[in-house]
């Protein structure tokens, strides 16, 4: 669906003297299968928006050359356009118009109908928990409202391929479950192909086959979320103990399986275990044998963040 | 016919929005009719002087032009909201032609401006305007494509700038000279020669003295010749500019 090398793209910000060049992206290769659902997770100015601005030809690239849907990206930029749909991160709709005719007008730019826009437009309203809200002025939607109606102006003319820059941002927990489970049912129901851009990992890892993490505009990781948090090595088992005796106990006893060093604070013994769940068993016994009493016992998998922590010795909240 | 279709669609979206906020509709009429009623009396007594026999065959080709110079400079406006929006890379993320997106909002432009012109000349028959009916109807014509050129312009110039302020530094620099030098309100025939020649440098001040020259029923001679062929080179340099901004990346 998407094949592309050495895509890169340079700004130039200031005059004369002043005169810098931001690269924002520097030589990406992306390549994406039909029917998958791919993540590109970055912190801010990563470079992600950018690089969705160069795959839907809203702007040309410096270097690099792409195929996007079945056509090139630099000599057919319309037929590029009429296969794919585009969320961007900033809004799509007048705050002049009406939520109804925005989206129907949309679709019909893309060459549908106008009944089947109406059809299709109502429909997304629907899943999108947006009813009763066809007839009103898009400035009176709440601000996860009229995201909602971004997301299905986006999808109103049924794209094989759809890019999707930050989606949920601004959505309340239960319309950001709702959008995952309309995102999963694209590929399902639909067959579309789907690239997205998010900076959360919880995000990511429910929703994408693969995950490409984008950092300084270069891409430093692309993997399955399960085989990306392979690269760190273990699960994290937290052990918190009953009193200050145990402490020193139960470090000996995980020190035996940890794979680096473990990790004491307060009551609190932690190391990274490869396969943590496996080992619990013989652990458990081990502590028990030792006498440390435990209080609670918590295996946690690595996350996203443990992952890009690993890649560019950031952690993903710090750099935001 | 794909293109026609797109352009009816921008077309159509442009005109509901401006139904949406009727005062600004209501302000347009209200300008050249307060001009007609205000400044019409004033320019009576002169037409002798001016060389006309009906001093407003004088004074509507003059506001014609002006609401069609003044209205579609600033266009832009409304432009630079829904660039703000996300509207103009909405739509130019779907296959639609470029040329599409900006002919449907001239096309718009233009509707308002023959709305407020036809109301404009009927004033001016109310207070006593008279001349040649094929004149005054090649003249009108003329007033309005000449809107679409300057719209066109003033679209291209709102997507260059991007900030209402920008664009009301440039729009009010534009439109003041472009007033005073094509002879708008009075005929640059009464002006001293050093201005006429400079005034000569202007396009529009073409356009103006020759829809005077329809009015009064002068058809078939250099003034409204002039006239015609100047609105087409505008019309032709607008759309070409207006176009170019739009396909432009970053615009
Ligand atoms: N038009 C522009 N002119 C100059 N610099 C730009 C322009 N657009 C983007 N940049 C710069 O390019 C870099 C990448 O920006 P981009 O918008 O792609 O980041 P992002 O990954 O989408 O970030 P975010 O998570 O904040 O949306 C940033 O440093 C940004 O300042
Ligand atoms: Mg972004």
Not at chain 1, 95 to 115: C, F, N, P, R
Not at chain 1, 201 to 217: N, P, Q, Y
Not at chain 1, 238 to 253: F, H, I, M, Y
């Amino acid at each position: 669906m998407i094949q592309a090398t050495g895509l890169a793209r340079s700004f130039f910000t200031g005059r004369r003297a002043g005169r810098a060049e931001v690269k924002a992206v520097s030589g990406v290769d992306i390549s994406v299968a039909e029917g998958e659902i791919v993540g590109f997770l970055g912190p801010n100015g990563a470079g992600k928006t950018t690089t969705l601005r160069m795959l839907t030809t809203l702007l040309t690239p410096t270097a690099g050359h792409a195929t996007v849907a079945g056509y090139d990206l630099a000599t057919e930029p319309v037929k590029v356009r009429q296969a794919i749909g585009y969320v961007s991160q900033s809004g799509s709709t007048s705050s002049q118009a009406i939520a109804g005719s925005e989206i129907v007008d949309h679709g019909m730019l893309y060459g549908i109908s106008k009944q089947q826009a109406t059809t299709r437009g109502r429909e997304l309203f629907d899943q999108l928990d947006l009813d009763g809200m066809w007839n009103r002025p898009t400035k009176t939607l709440s601000g996860g409202q009229r995201r909602r109606l971004d997301i299905a102006m986006g999808l109103v003319h049924d794209p094989k391929l759809v890019f999707l820059d930050e989606p949920t941002t601004g959505l309340d927990p239960q319309a950001r479950a709702n959008l995952w489970t309309h995102i999963s049912d694209l590929r399902t129901k639909r067959g579309s192909t789907v690239f997205l851009t998010t900076h959360y990992l919880d995000e990511a890892d429910a929703l994408c086959d693969r995950i490409m993490v984008i950092d300084h505009g270069v891409i430093v990781a692309s993997d399955t979320p399960n085989q990306l948090k392979r690269q760190v090595s273990g699960d994290l088992v937290s052990l918190t103990v009953t009193s200050e005796e145990d402490v020193a106990r139960a470090a000996a006893t995980l020190a035996t399986v940890a794979e680096g060093d473990v990790a004491t604070d307060g009551l609190l013994v932690s190391a990274r275990v490869r396969d943590g769940g496996v080992a619990m068993p013989d652990l458990l016994r081990a502590l028990d044998a030792a006498g440390a009493s435990l209080e609670s016992i918590e295996v946690r998998r690595p996350t996203l963040d443990d992952v890009f922590l690993t890649m560019t010795g950031r952690s993903l909240r710090e750099s935001e | 016919m794909k293109f026609f279709r797109e352009t009816g669609i921008i077309f159509r979206r442009q005109l509901r929005l401006t139904l949406r906020e009727p005062q600004w509709i209501v302000i347009g009429l209200l300008q050249p009719a307060l001009y007609l009623v205000l400044f019409g009396p004033l320019l009576e007594p002169l037409s002798r002087q001016l060389g006309a026999a009906n001093a407003y065959t004088l004074f509507v080709p003059g506001l014609l032009v002006q609401l069609a110079v003044f209205g579609a400079l600033f266009v832009g406006f409304g432009l630079i909201g829904e660039y703000r929006d996300g509207v103009i890379e909405a739509e130019r993320v779907t296959p639609a032609s470029r040329t599409a997106l900006l002919l449907g909002r001239v096309l718009k432009d233009m509707l308002q401006m023959a709305i407020q012109g036809a109301i404009l000349i009927g004033l001016g028959f109310a207070f006593g305007l008279r001349g040649s009916a094929v004149g005054i109807i090649v003249g009108f014509i003329l007033a309005v494509v000449l809107t679409g050129s300057i719209a066109a312009a003033g679209y291209a110039l709102a997507l260059t700038v991007k900030t209402e302020d920008a664009l009301a530094a440039v729009a009010n620099g534009v439109s003041l000279p472009l007033i005073l030098l094509s002879g708008i309100l009075l005929p640059m025939s009464i002006a001293p020669l050093w201005l006429q020649r400079v005034s000569d440098l202007v396009p529009v001040k073409h356009i103006v003295t020759g829809i005077r020259d329809l009015f009064t029923g002068d058809i078939f001679s250099w003034g409204p010749f002039w006239a015609i062929f100047w609105t087409i080179i505008l019309v032709v340099a607008g759309v070409w500019i207006g176009t170019r901004t739009f396909r432009r990346q970053n615009a």
